[in-house]
T-cell receptor
Framework: DQQVKQNSPSLSVQEGRISILNCDYTNSMFDYFLWYKKYPAEGPTFLISISSIKDKNEDGRFTVFLNKSAKHLSLHIVPSQPGDSAVYFCAASASAGGTSYGKLTFGQGTILTVHP | GAVVSQHPSWVICKSGTSVKIECRSLDFQATTMFWYRQFPKQSLMLMATSNEGSKATYEQGVEKDKFLINHASLTLSTLTVTSAHPEDSSFYIC????????????????FGPGTRLTVL
């Protein structure tokens, strides 16, 4: 039962263009979403997050969009740089009784390759 | 920023031996830490939630007697893989959440660099 899905295993983008990474979820209790970047044999690095009370959050070149009705979120990277090449994971969590529980459910990941 | 360390970064052991992995929050106290496992080309799977001063909460299908978790202090959690077998070979990653303004953990988890376990 995959509650968080990243249906594109890989994405290839030219340097300077926009990278759009997609993520779908099925659990309507999820109310906090995060994107992580991961290199092989390293732990994930936090990129950006969004609460379900918002539909957009921006941090520099990274913007996350949340469409609650569609249970869909996306990460936009613009402009894309070769150093952005990595595996990107989306993750979701559900608060319990107003106190953050913190348990994350991860998607399968999308390998992003940015060509010079 | 929040920094989480893990030790060792890699370990090779013989089948039947036990291996201990440490996870430390370096610049904050964490009442809750999480342990994940990642198999090659797969997602991170939560194994258990480590709670300071109390028993860990294990996810369905994770053997608590095989993966012993101890959270003895607010900055250290340990995962011990007991009687390791080749199928336990994996990449083990811990994470922790810094406390929020109200003293509760935030939702943003910061991950350690991971530990590559190879069981021969």
């Amino acid at each position: 039962d995959q509650q968080v899905k990243q249906n594109s295993p890989s994405l290839s983008v030219q340097e300077g263009r926009i990278s759009i990474l997609n993520c779908d979820y099925t659990n309507s209790m999820f109310d906090y979403f995060l994107w992580y970047k991961k290199y092989p044999a390293e732990g994930p690095t936090f990129l950006i997050s969004i609460s379900s009370i918002k539909d957009k959050n921006e941090d520099g070149r990274f913007t996350v969009f949340l469409n609650k009705s569609a249970k869909h979120l996306s990460l936009h990277i613009v402009p894309s740089q070769p150093g952005d090449s990595a595996v990107y994971f989306c993750a979701a969590s559900a608060s319990a009784g107003g106190t953050s529980y913190g348990k994350l459910t991860f998607g399968q990941g999308t390998i992003l390759t940015v060509h010079p | 920023g929040a920094v989480v360390s893990q030790h060792p970064s890699w370990v090779i052991c013989k089948s039947g031996t036990s291996v201990k992995i440490e996870c430390r929050s370096l610049d904050f106290q964490a009442t809750t830490m999480f342990w994940y496992r990642q198999f090659p080309k797969q997602s991170l799977m939560l194994m258990a939630t480590s709670n300071e001063g109390s028993k860990a909460t294990y996810e369905q299908g994770v053997e608590k007697d095989k993966f012993l978790i101890n959270h003895a202090s607010l900055t250290l959690s340990t995962l011990t893989v007991t009687s390791a077998h080749p199928e336990d070979s994996s990449f083990y990653i811990c994470s922790a959440s810094p406390p929020g303004l109200a003293g509760d953990s935030t939702d943003t988890q910061y991950f350690g660099p991971g530990t590559r376990l190879t069981v021969l």
